[in-house]
């Protein structure tokens, strides 16, 4: 290809509303155009690019038995009003106001269990892998990580059919393995945890996440000893306070100037983890009491996962000064002025010798034996992990990152199935639902995640296995130079001989601009042919990685670069 009729509009300019550093590069080395608000363009930089993503995601699908479709994005609103999520994707949803029987598809459950439906009658015909790269809707409320986060954005979707749940095990094992080789393949650097599936409803699912300052997930990680965990479920190595010994009955004291733990702790010189501190949450609209041990902090997802429910919130001070008695700074397990139910995190399981609040203003009981001197309705894991606390599989420190989601899988069971009336007859003639999972991978995310992980101030840094072109060449003043010119379209059509891709610098630029140019489009070799380096038989090769520069014989370049390449 020569970069004179190619079309790569680079910018020098960092386009100044795009701040994740993938965003800025796709736009500066002229991979994408934004035309509005989460919508992008492709140009062909960066399409050949993304062509050669959906190639390693068509050949893990392909690998795995996954047979490809191609569903519309136009779909019947009467098909997703079976399921009720017309309703539950509210907003995120697109409809249309001339064709409002139509609706823009977010993503392809609906239109897979209708053909199931239409076309799989019996156990036999099962299980079946269906998959498709195709463009996705959602009504994103703030799209501003480019293509990160669109709101047409290509996913690789893919769904599987079975006739029991252990086939649909296996099914999810295979997609979890074709995940793995997937994102290895493109080179990123990420970790899998497990999550709650959520409006899609369904027991199992995990997300395949990526470490970035801007992810807008949150989580524990430990790289070496593979633990990684979203935040909403993380554990750590952190033990339980236990008994101690000498337990003499609680004890009211004077604390008028201890508002907080530390406040308590200091004044009364006390171990913070021996304070229990009180948290007052509403759960569907009851009060309840949750201890925790000293600074720790109640974590609202584990709270809702323990009491099953979404309707959570932290009580109000009014609330709770009607039902305590006493103002927050002074709350406690005992002598509750309206009693109300008492939870605590599993730190303090059976603890005694703690101190908390009296339920009087100004005072707090010391010496309390949570077996003793309370009723508490339940121990779970309320707490919030804290990072450099020891993981669990090998009592290393645990990093808590902020991190993106790249891929997603779920075990959905029979939800849609049912909706839709995908059945089978089972091998007795009994009439079953299909079990379905759904496997989701936003495509241009990966590129974005690559970008993320492989850039520095300069630009783009392919890697040599996922590169839009092998080798650039640049040729330094080739429009007046016949040996430049000669040299370089020799080299290049040996190269392409080898079935390597090559991008050619023909254009009536100066050599600083080309320089520039090429270390923002990051091919991994550049070669530098220039009237100079000829008249000696040499030419500069420049590794675009490690920016390692060195001069080679023109006889040799062939050697270095199918060196490089192993071929
Ligand atoms: P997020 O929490 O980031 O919004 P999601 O949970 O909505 O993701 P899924 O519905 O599981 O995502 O979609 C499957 C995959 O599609 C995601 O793992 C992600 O890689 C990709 N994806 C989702 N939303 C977008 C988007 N707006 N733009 C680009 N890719 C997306
Ligand atoms: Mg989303």
């Known amino acids: 290809m020569y970069q004179s009729q190619y079309f790569i509009p680079t910018l020098k300019e960092i386009p100044n509303d795009a701040q994740m550093p993938s965003h800025q590069l796709m736009l500066r080395a002229g991979l994408i155009r934004q035309i509005a608000a989460g919508v992008f363009s492709w140009l062909p930089y960066g399409y050949k690019i993304l062509k050669k993503v959906q190639d390693i995601l068509r050949e893990e699908l392909d690998a795995i038995g996954g047979q490809e479709f191609l569903l519309p994005a136009l779909n019947p609103k009467e098909i997703w009003d079976q399921t009720n999520r017309v309703e539950a994707m509210g907003d995120v949803m697109f409809h249309l106001k001339n064709r409002d029987n139509l609706i823009l598809a977010p993503t392809h459950e609906e239109i897979i269990a209708y053909h199931a439906s239409q076309s799989i009658k019996s156990y036999k015909d099962l299980p079946q892998i269906w998959y498709q790269i195709q463009n996705k809707f959602r009504n994103e409320p703030r799209p501003k990580s480019g293509v990160m986060r669109g709101r047409q954005f290509l996913m690789k979707d893919s769904y599987s059919l079975d006739a029991s749940e252990e086939g649909l095990d296996i099914s999810y094992e295979k997609h979890s393995l074709a995940y793995h080789r997937i994102f290895e393949r493109c080179g990123i650097k990420f970790f899998v945890v497990g999550a709650s599936s959520g409006a899609m409803g369904g027991s ?159 005072f707090h009981f010391k010496s309390i034996d949570l077996l003793r001197d309370c009723k508490i309705e339940g121990y779970s894991d309320f707490r919030t992990v804290i990072a450099g606390e020891a993981d669990i599989l090998s009592g290393k420190p645990l990093k808590v990152v902020n991190a993106i989601e790249l891929g997603h899988i779920f075990k959905l069971g029979t939800k849609y199935s049912n909706a839709l009336g995908a059945k089978i007859l089972d091998e007795n003639g009994k009439e079953k639902p299909i079990v379905m999972g759904s496997y989701g991978i936003g495509v241009e995310r990966i590129l974005a995640c690559i970008i993320e992980q492989n850039h520095d101030e300069d630009g783009i840094v392919w890697d040599k296995d996922l590169t839009p072109f092998h080798i650039h060449i640049l040729g330094l003043a080739y429009d007046k130079s016949e040996i430049v010119q000669d040299s370089c379209n020799q080299l290049k059509s040996e190269l392409e001989k080898l079935r390597l891709e090559v991008l050619l610098d023909d254009r009536k630029e100066r050599p600083g601009f080309k320089f520039k140019d090429a270390d923002l489009l990051g091919i991994p070799i550049q070669v530098i042919i220039g009237d100079r380096g000829l008249s000696e038989d040499k030419v500069e090769l420049k590794f675009r990685k490690s920016g390692e520069k060195i001069e080679v014989k023109t006889t040799d370049i062939l050697n270095h670069i199918t060196k490089f390449y192993n071929i």
Not at 242 to 271: C, D, H, M, V
């Open 204 to 362: 199992k699912s995990q997300e395949f996440m990526v470490e970035n300052s801007f992810g807008e997930d949150t989580c524990a990680v430990n790289y070496e000893s593979g633990y990684s965990s979203n935040m909403e479920v993380a554990v750590s190595y952190v033990q339980p306070l236990g008994r101690i010994e000498n337990s003499p009955e609680y004890e009211k004291f004077a604390t008028p100037n201890a508002k907080t733990i530390n406040e308590l702790a200091e004044q009364f010189e006390l171990e913070v983890n021996t304070c229990a501190k009180s948290v007052v949450y509403v759960v569907d609209s009851e009060l309840v009491l949750i201890l925790m041990r000293g600074n720790d902090e109640l974590n609202e997802s584990k709270l809702q996962s323990f009491f099953e429910t979404n309707q959570t919130r932290p009580a109000e001070e009014d609330e709770i000064v009607k039902c305590f008695g006493a103002n927050p700074g002074s709350l406690g397990p005992i002598n509750i002025k309206t009693p109300i139910k008492i939870y605590a995190d599993n730190l303090l399981k059976d603890a005694n010798g703690l101190v908390s609040g009296a339920n009087e203003n100004g």
